[in-house]
């Protein structure tokens, strides 16, 4: 069965970085891409960026172009997201989901990172 | 900056039928916008629905169907059922680029 497994819960102090990761397993990795996608407390999805495992092409969102980085491994069919600059309005639960034809599917289960001096 | 517009909350009875609706700042929705549809629920992942306007995952249940109508994409939940209630957002592509819609919090009254 297809699963995303994403990396625990990350503490980080303003103006530093993060990196997550994404797990899969189930299915062959670089035939899909990966999407991130993040959700703040109390507030709706933010699409961050995309990437395709098959050739890394990318796409990010504008908000977040040049703070944001995903990357991929296919050795260990793991995918990464990175955030840097951190402020405390990043403090979310970050999302990664199988993104394969404009097809979303298959989610990760979050990792929560908190920002705080 | 692109927007997409939902409804901020619905309320329907159980055995109702209700359609949400996804606008885009851009014009009318078409199919080249690959509508996809999700459902959360509070402390979950969101759940996927509706991808590319109307079609459904293995696991969605024959209740939800997705489609066009007067510019927008819609998500129709008929025959609903108390464990709908849930936020519901879409999300649209433009160019590459994911935009998603601030979503709809569905109360089943």
């Known amino acids: 069965q297809v699963q995303l497994v994403q990396s625990g819960t990350e503490v980080k102090k303003p103006g530093a970085s993060v990196k997550v990761s994404c797990k899969a397993s189930?299915?062959?990795?670089?035939?899909?891409?990966i999407s991130w996608v993040r959700q703040a407390p109390g507030q709706g999805l933010e699409w961050m960026g995309w990437?395709?495992?098959?050739?890394?092409?990318?796409y990010y969102a504008q908000k977040l172009q040049g703070r944001v980085t995903v990357t991929t491994d296919t050795s260990t069919s793991t995918a990464y997201m990175e955030l840097r600059s951190l402020g405390s309005d990043d403090t979310a639960m970050y999302y990664c989901?199988?993104?394969?034809?404009?097809?979303?599917?298959?989610w990760g289960q979050g990792t929560l990172v908190i920002v705080s001096s | 900056q692109t927007v997409v517009t939902q409804e901020p909350s619905l309320t329907v009875s159980p055995g109702g039928t209700v359609t949400l609706t996804c606008a885009s700042s851009?014009?009318?929705?078409?199919?080249?916008?690959?509508p996809n549809w999700f459902q959360q629920k509070p402390g979950q992942a969101p759940r996927a629905l509706i991808y590319?306007?109307?079609n459904k995952h293995s696991w969605t249940p024959a209740r939800f169907s997705g489609s066009l109508l007067g510019g927008k994409a819609t998500l129709t939940l008929s025959g609903v059922q108390p464990e709908d209630e849930a936020e519901y957002y879409c999300?649209?592509?433009?160019?590459?680029?994911?935009?998603f819609g601030g979503g709809t919090k569905l109360t089943v009254l």
């Open positions: 989901a199988r993104d394969y034809d404009y097809e979303i599917g298959y």
């Open positions: 189930g299915y062959t990795f670089t035939n899909y891409g």
């Open positions: 990437i395709s495992v098959y050739n890394g092409n990318t």
């Open positions: 851009t014009g009318a929705v078409t199919s080249g916008y690959y």
């Open positions: 590319t306007t109307s």
């Open positions: 999300l649209l592509n433009y160019g590459g680029a994911w935009v």
